[in-house]
T-cell receptor
């Protein structure tokens, strides 16, 4: 298996622009997670899905952030409008059947908002 | 409030010696703990885990110890190798999504 795939790997944009991050989880995995990593806050869980259904989005910082999972093999995290404080590395991860199972992370998207 | 704390942002160890990375937690409901390793420009990768019914789990050079009364776990790497240089994240779960610490950067010096 190719593992969790994320695109783009790097994104540089200007404040106010829309940013869309993409994730393809490992085939057959029921859970998908979106994380944000910053120096100050470490790895924060933003939202997670179970069988394509959003279960907990309490980590999403503001209404500017939204996430979708239209099918089992694709998810997006959208920021609109983007702000400089959104600059971070965003990771997608997936796990097989349970919340406590090992999560497999993608390589991340490094976002810089100017 | 941080439920999982890694109080040492960085650690340097000589090659061949033991590396000990520490993690403290506050939620007594946590019953499953994991360590992840992260290299630059890559996502975290699973290293080793331990259930709360155990106090030790070993996998090759890596051993995780759990002290439930102290709400403390540690990762021992013996012997340390230059390829172990990475950021190590502690994570915990109470049948909930994983809660991560902020990580400890380990540098193994040849």
């Amino acid at each position: 298996d190719a593992g969790v795939i994320q695109s783009p790997r790097h994104e540089v944009t200007e404040m106010g622009q829309e940013v869309t991050l993409r994730c393809k989880p490992i085939s057959g995995h029921d859970y998908l997670f979106w994380y944000r990593q910053t120096m100050m806050r470490g790895l924060e869980l933003l939202i997670y899905f179970n069988n394509n259904v959003p279960i907990d989005d309490s980590g999403m910082p503001e209404d500017r952030f939204s996430a979708k999972m239209p099918n089992a093999s694709f998810s997006t995290l959208k920021i609109q409008p983007s702000e400089p404080r959104d600059s971070a590395v965003y990771f997608c991860a997936s796990s097989l059947r349970h919340l406590q199972e090992t999560q497999y992370f993608g390589p991340g998207t490094r976002l810089l908002v100017l | 409030d941080q439920q999982v704390k890694q109080n040492s942002p960085s650690l340097s160890v000589q090659e061949g010696r033991i590396s000990i990375l520490n993690c403290d937690y506050t939620n007594s409901m946590f019953d499953y703990f994991l360590w992840y390793k992260k290299y630059p420009a890559e996502g975290p990768t699973f290293l080793i885990s331990i259930s709360s019914i155990k106090d030790k789990n070993e996998d090759g050079r890596f051993t995780v110890f759990l002290n439930k009364s102290a709400k403390h776990l540690s990762l021992h790497i013996v012997p340390s190798q230059p390829g172990d240089s990475a950021v190590y994240f502690c994570a915990a779960s109470a049948r909930t999504p994983l809660v991560f610490g902020k990580g400890t950067r380990l540098s193994v010096i040849a």
